[in-house]
């Protein structure tokens, strides 16, 4: 079998969009192999009919989809997520946890470990690992999580399921002198994350030093960025090694600030969809973590009005962060897909559409609409 092409679209680089060349993949090996120039005689083309042609999509916060949730620890229902974030132009996703009981989260885990190895020739999303969203966090920034199932932060624990864990986010306040923030970044290469946290800015910043490198739905669940006060908000702002996930569903924060956040984080800005199992459902009750939730429209809320999660899919997070920015297109197309492989290190295979790497390829209309998702070579869907 020889290469395929694509041909006629406008193909997204890290740093530029190029018209005028052909996108060549091998689908036996999976991989991308490169630009070119002019086409073979009897060359297996793709025509992407003047769309883009992007990185597919990386999504790295994601507790669920279409009535499934990870924290089922139900096989079939994250396989059905990841058949159905395929559609929103995701290839590769971090299945993700939160504070549920312990014994919850350990099924959890063994369950998305049991489609790792699978999940790389199914069609539909990859799974990288998982983003263990708790359960070490301060109840004064719980939000949509319950208090009875917050535990202390244990290295330990996260260690024993390095192979699976890819984000730890935990309270850094809560980690009495940091010793987990320091033995995780010792001994794992597990990202630590700070969220749902009411740290002071000076302790963040501190935390930032001794291992944390992310942050969780910025703004979202911590201490609020204030002039006297920066906050965890301010702390990740000003650490030069700290990515921030950002919900960009118009709603969790102003779109007013995708731009501020950018001119700092720049290539650290990443968006997430912190999706529940209301995500593709139509409106009324869902459950979350055990609690009830309720969806209207792009808003998810605990029955207290506080919200929960999203409805959001990446596709259109890229989409948002157009409408509301003056970013180029292959700006906001490198948030949703190298920015996050970059920051759970996965970016020498996926992420950009550059030679050598896996054939995850995107294309999209002109309002990011999905028209075909490939994985590995392979199209896994066609609208």
């Not at 009875?148 to 399921?161: M, Q, R, S, T």
């Not at 963040?204 to 291992?211: E, I, L, N, V």
Request: with cysteine.
């Amino acid at each position: 079998m020889g290469l395929t092409y694509i041909t006629n679209g406008k193909i997204i680089l890290p740093d530029s969009v190029v018209c005028d060349k052909y996108l060549a993949f091998d689908e036996e090996s999976g991989k991308i192999c490169g630009l070119v120039d002019k086409l073979p005689l009897d060359a297996e083309i793709i025509d992407a009919k003047g769309n883009y042609v992007a990185p597919g999509l990386v999504d790295i916060h994601i507790h669920g989809y279409l009535g499934e949730d990870t924290s089922d620890a139900k096989p079939e229902g994250i396989k059905t997520m990841a058949y159905g974030v395929a559609k929103n132009g995701v290839t590769a996703f971090l299945p993700t946890t939160m504070t549920v009981a312990k014994e919850q989260i350990i099924a959890a885990l063994n369950s998305v470990r049991s489609l790792k190895e699978e999940s790389k020739t199914w069609d539909g999303a990859e799974i990288v690992g998982v983003h263990a969203e708790g359960p070490f966090i301060n109840p004064s920034k719980k939000g949509a999580q319950a208090e009875e199932n917050i535990l202390v932060p244990d290295a330990d624990f996260i260690i024993e399921n390095e192979d699976i864990i890819k984000i730890v986010t935990l309270a850094p306040e809560m980690d009495e002198g940091h010793k987990c923030i320091k033995k995780l970044a010792a001994e794992s290469s597990v990202l630590v994350s700070m969220g749902h946290t009411d740290a002071k800015f000076d302790e963040a910043m501190s935390a930032a030093k001794d291992g944390v490198n992310h942050a969780t739905h910025l703004f979202n669940a911590m201490s609020a960025l204030a002039h006297r006060n920066p906050g965890v908000v301010g702390a990740a702002l000003a650490s030069d090694n700290v990515s921030t996930e950002v919900i960009a569903d118009t709603f969790h924060i102003n779109p007013g600030l995708y731009s501020i956040i950018h001119k700092v984080k720049g290539d650290k800005m990443v968006l997430i969809t912190d999706c529940t199992r209301a995500g593709g459902m139509p409106d009324g009750e869902y459950d979350l973590g055990g609690q009830p939730i309720f969806l209207k429209g792009i808003e998810c809320r605990l029955a207290d009005g506080t919200i929960a999660g999203s409805v959001l899919k990446l596709n259109n997070a890229v989409k948002n962060v157009l409408d509301h920015t003056d970013l180029p297109v292959y700006e906001a197309f490198k948030l949703a897909s190298l920015n996050p492989a970059k920051a759970i290190r996965v970016d020498d295979r996926l992420g950009s559409l550059e030679e050598g790497k896996d054939a995850n390829i995107i294309i999209t209309d002109e309002n990011i609409n999905v028209i075909r998702t490939i994985k590995k070579g392979r199209t896994i869907y066609e609208a």
